[in-house]
């Protein structure tokens, strides 16, 4: 189950800190170096501060790099078992189209979870859903600034769409309990909202770093009892920490302050 595979590696390495990858062809050869490499030397500076790692497809598929996308899952796999990936891809469709685009994240791609859209109902989740081990994350309150134009819509039933969705999630579509929540840093009273809705139900928090969440309020609201339930995600303000040939040190410090920042706030 991909819920334990996460927990148990929060737990051994006292970390919540998730890194995205989000490869910016600019960026990376500006340093001089290859795509894969690049991503290679990410991945080893970081891994001792993270629970997952998340890479980002469009930021591959734009540059026609769906073969490092595999190999750099692959690679990860191979050297870091206990550190689960997380394929953001927001991916949601209907019918055989869903089950294609689940194939492609957990047969082609291998990863451990997804990132689904619920716009289109709980009948389009079942095809991630039915892959037992895998997580399936599915967006609820998103961080960007206009997400509420539809995620903030109040319903005949008094509770707002997001808290709908969260509904949803916890009582209806996780039969296998593989669901998880995307809620944004940048709007913590929805989160604690969220987090009163479904109980322990893990959540996937973008929007600290560069999207400028407040971390202490992020985890007030949304830390269960035990201190895990949250995947707290970052990656511009990791992966581009540095701009020099010591690039891969600085995103090792950044992901190290982040996660020291993250435990502050866990115990205080």
């Not at 990376?28 to 001792?48: F, Q, R, S, V």
């Not at 291998?110 to 079942?126: E, F, I, K, W």
């Not at 967006?139 to 903030?152: A, E, F, R, V």
Request: with cysteine; proline share 5%; aromatic share 8%.
């Amino acid at each position: 189950m991909f819920i334990d595979k996460l927990e148990q590696r929060q737990r051994q390495v006292n970390s919540l800190l998730c890194v995205g990858l989000d490869p910016q062809p600019t960026k990376i050869e500006a340093l001089g170096i290859n795509l894969l490499p690049w991503l290679k030397n990410i991945i080893d500076a970081t891994a001792d501060h993270v629970c997952a790692f998340k890479p980002q497809i469009a930021h591959f598929s734009a540059m026609a790099a769906e073969q490092p996308l595999t190999d750099i899952i692959q690679y990860i796999h191979q050297n870091y078992p206990d550190i689960p990936v997380i394929l953001d891809s927001k991916r949601g469709d209907i019918g055989s189209t869903a089950e294609r685009y689940a194939e492609e994240a957990f047969g082609r791609y291998q990863a451990d979870a997804l990132t689904v859209n619920p716009y289109l109902g709980g009948d389009t989740l079942s095809p991630y859903t039915q892959y037992k081990d895998k997580g399936v994350v599915v967006l609820c309150k998103t961080s960007n600034q206009q997400s509420g134009q539809l995620q903030d819509l109040v319903l005949q039933s008094g509770q707002p769409l997001f808290l709908q969705v969260a509904q949803l999630a916890a009582q209806y579509w996780n039969n296998n309990q593989n669901i998880l929540l995307v809620v944004g840093a940048t709007y913590p009273e929805q989160l604690a909202a969220v987090r009163q809705q479904v109980g322990d139900m893990p959540l996937l928090i973008p929007g600290i770093g560069a999207q400028g969440g407040d971390l202490a309020a992020t985890l007030e609201a949304g830390l269960r009892s035990d201190g895990l339930g949250l995947i707290i995600s970052a990656s511009r303000s990791v992966i581009y920490a540095g701009d020099g040939t010591d690039y891969a040190k600085q995103a090792e410090m950044a992901a190290e302050q982040l996660k020291m920042d993250i435990n502050h706030f866990r115990t205080h």
